[in-house]
């Protein structure tokens, strides 16, 4: 692939403003979609395969369609919660295109024929948030929001607004809670969002980065976006690369390229001298993947193949100074501060995993104790409203299991640092 | 305790492959833990009896509560934007919190005078939220990142480095935090909502100096300023500031499958 979609000219001093964004062909798409019917514009993004890019990658053009039919209020969320440790994509996407997010925005509502919509944004990224409100009065001023968009007969409202520091917000019916000004606890699904979301309305949910790939889905043609990509994993994805490489940022690749040429090709690879032990290749919240597997294409398939997930498209690479116990404990420590504490085997489950974990590197725990953060990884699994359980489960289980030698050794090495070394076989029969 | 302790440090001092991060139990170095009282619960008093005789608490009366008028637009401005007005229960706690330095009982009081909502309700968004602060902090915010990626290249001992910097002036919130979305700078801090990176432990002291300042912050090391690092994306007009490493040779990793 020559051709960037997303992150093509994303450097261009300005483009963060009307004129230049428009001089770039912006808000051209817009102009094609709204001369469609509204069912040829979802037929287009049906027809791209595209797949959401916040992490469970359902098919957008799918969601879009459930949403009931007829007048009524129904409401466009655009998550731009991007807490996901590891991402930082939609931060760059926001931050200097925003224009291209309200255009995508525009399009889907018309498509799903919604009049409502708002943009979640994380509270910390202040800055962003400033560049989208100046961007969104500045669409607003030249027509393309309100009534009436371009004399068709499409009407959007667009809110921008500011979280204040929550994890679980990125979660769709979290999210949808704090938008309405309450707690952000995750709800019971079903009733899903697509019947019964934001304020009770049928809502559209996507995230940052699937709605900016929008305008070159009606630029393109759905079947031509198709092209790219694999079969079943259609586009170009912007991967943020970050840990242990040479050179961390975000990269627009196309969808089922080996995940090796993103680490070492367009990464830099690891530290001169040091080598990969592992890697996570959707965010800290996908099972860890060995360095023998960057010869996977890197797809939403093939890494559920894996074993894994392709989540929001995070890879964070471990090298082998790092110690696994420390990440597996990092990684705990902050599901745990995250949960929202709503279900049990999540609030409980975090918990006593950070605790289990902190008492291997205070030398009281016996390699019996792996058994137990196992056990307890597969009691949350599917037990809670969220996934946000299963977020910490499945990593701390695949390291855990992946790497069980050097807990041990670990766990043998602060035992024996403690005045406790000699008896562990007892200890442990 | 001690013995374990000592013994720890001595190992580390004996260096071999020791892992770069000296976190060690009950570091510093973590988040914020979620406060647990008795028995492990999350609530405050959760066995203590009920008084069921207690009034709840009920919505401030507008008479005897006085609220800044600039607050009191700033809140009803953000209710107008919502179709339901509980909608703007974060960005008037924001507001409020932007002037009184922290969700204060009186700055509650206020908000839930104008959105016409109990101070409980609005304490309840107020606790779930890290960016809402419960308890009285220094004006400036710094929240250094200490998840997984920013760790990997040294957060924690930046975080220790931050906090030396700032001592125990007043003025400073400096805190662990969670992933705030920029590991490509890593190790990062956010100031004031300004993010910084990658930063040096000898950052910190110009970090907090500038703060003292007034001024920018770490101006050459500003996210915002930063180019995108796919070499690709530089535009025609040319990247302020240069493109990422690599640009001339651009390596050709996008082939087709």
Redesign the interface.
């Known amino acids: ?2 051709e ?1 979609l997303l ?7 300005g ?1 963060n403003t009307l004129p230049v964004y428009e001089r770039r062909g912006g808000y051209e798409s817009l102009k094609r979609a709204l001369a469609m019917p509204r069912e040829e514009v979802l037929q287009n993004l049906l027809d791209s395969g595209l797949r959401g890019r916040g992490g469970a990658g359902f098919a957008m053009g799918k969601k879009a369609s459930f949403l009931p039919k007829g007048s009524m ?1 129904k409401y466009l969320v655009c998550n731009a919660d ?7 994509k ?3 996407l926001m ?2 295109s925003p224009h291209m997010l309200i255009e995508g925005m525009i399009i889907a509502a018309w498509a799903a024929d919604i009049n ?1 919509s708002f943009i979640y944004i ?6 962003q948030a400033a560049i989208l409100d100046a961007a969104i009065e500045e669409a607003r001023a030249a027509g393309y929001l309100g009534e009436r968009i371009l004399g068709s007969e499409h009407s959007l409202s667009l ?1 921008l ?7 679980i917000c990125g979660e769709e019916t979290g999210l949808l809670d ?7 606890n995750p709800r019971l699904k079903p009733p899903f969002p697509a019947n019964q979301g934001l ?1 009770q309305g049928p809502t559209l949910i996507n995230n940052v980065e699937t709605l900016a790939t929008v305008p070159h889905i009606i630029r393109l043609g759905g079947e031509q976006y198709a092209k790219l990509g ?1 079969e079943t994993s259609t586009g170009t994805k912007l991967v ?5 490489v040479q ?8 969808l ?2 080996p995940a090796r ?2 680490v070492y ?4 690879g690891p530290l001169p001298g040091r080598e990969i032990k592992l890697w ?1 290749p959707g965010g ?1 919240s996908s099972p860890v993947l060995t360095p023998a597997e960057l010869d996977l ?1 890197y797809d939403f398939d093939s890494m559920a193949k894996a074993g894994s997930m392709l989540g929001s498209g ?1 890879i ?1 690479v ?2 082998d ?3 696994v ?3 597996t ?3 705990a ?2 599901y ?3 949960s ?2 709503k279900c049990t085997p999540c ?1 409980e489950g975090t ?1 006593w995993t950070v605790k289990m974990l ?1 008492r291997i ?3 009281e725990a016996t390699p019996m104790d792996l058994d137990i953060i196992a056990s307890v990884q597969q009691q949350i699994i599917g037990n809670c409203l969220c996934v946000l359980g299963d977020a910490m489960a499945m990593p701390v289980g695949s390291l855990v299991a992946k790497f069980r030698d050097e807990f041990e050794a670990h766990i043998e ?2 035992r024996a ?3 406790l070394g000699a008896p562990l076989a007892e200890a442990v029969a | 305790m001690e013995a374990t302790r000592a013994a720890q440090s001595r190992s580390r001092e004996a260096g071999g492959r020791e892992p770069r991060s000296e976190r060690g139990p009950g570091s510093p170095a973590e988040l914020t833990s979620v406060a647990r009282f008795e028995h492990g619960s999350r609530i405050p008093g959760w066995d203590d009896a009920v008084d069921l005789w207690k009034d709840p608490a009920s919505i401030p009366d507008p008479a005897v509560v006085d609220v800044p008028a600039d607050l009191r637009a700033t809140i009803e401005a953000a209710m107008a934007r919502y179709p339901d007005f509980r909608s703007a229960a974060i960005p008037a706690l924001h507001a409020a919190q932007e002037l009184h330095g922290w969700c204060s009982p009186a700055a509650i009081e206020q908000v839930a005078c104008v959105m016409r909502l109990t101070p409980g309700y609005l304490t309840a968004v107020a606790t779930f939220y890290d960016m809402l602060e419960t308890r009285p902090v220094g004006r400036h915010a710094v929240y250094v990142c200490t998840n997984i990626s920013c760790s990997l290249r040294g957060a924690d001992a930046l975080l220790d480095a931050v906090r030396a910097a700032a001592g125990d002036d007043p003025d400073f919130n400096v805190r662990g935090f969670e992933c705030l979305g920029a590991c490509d700078i890593a190790p990062m801090a956010s100031v004031d909502g300004v993010y910084v990176g990658p930063l040096e432990l000898a950052d910190a002291e110009r970090l907090v100096a500038d703060v003292r300042a007034g001024g920018e912050v770490l101006a050459d090391k500003q996210l915002i300023r930063r180019p995108c690092a796919d070499p690709r994306a530089a535009g025609d007009g040319g990247a302020a500031g240069g493109a990422a490493p690599g640009k001339a040779s651009a390596p050709g990793a996008e082939g087709s499958p």
């Open positions: 692939m020559t960037l992150l093509k000219d994303i450097d261009e001093p483009l209020d991007e807490s996901e440790p590891g991402t930082f939609d931060r760059e931050q200097k409502r994380r509270g910390e990224y202040a800055q809110v607004h500011r979280g204040a520091g929550a994890y704090s938008l309405e000004g309450k707690r952000g304020y694999t943020s690369v970050s840990g242990d050179r961390p940022g975000n990269y627009e690749i196309e089922g390229v040429e993103i090709g367009l990464a830099g996570f800290s294409p995070a964070i471990v090298d100074t790092a110690s116990v420390d990440v404990t990092k990684l420590t902050f745990a501060h995250e929202c504490g609030r918990n902190k590197d205070a030398g090495r602060r640092e403690a005045g």
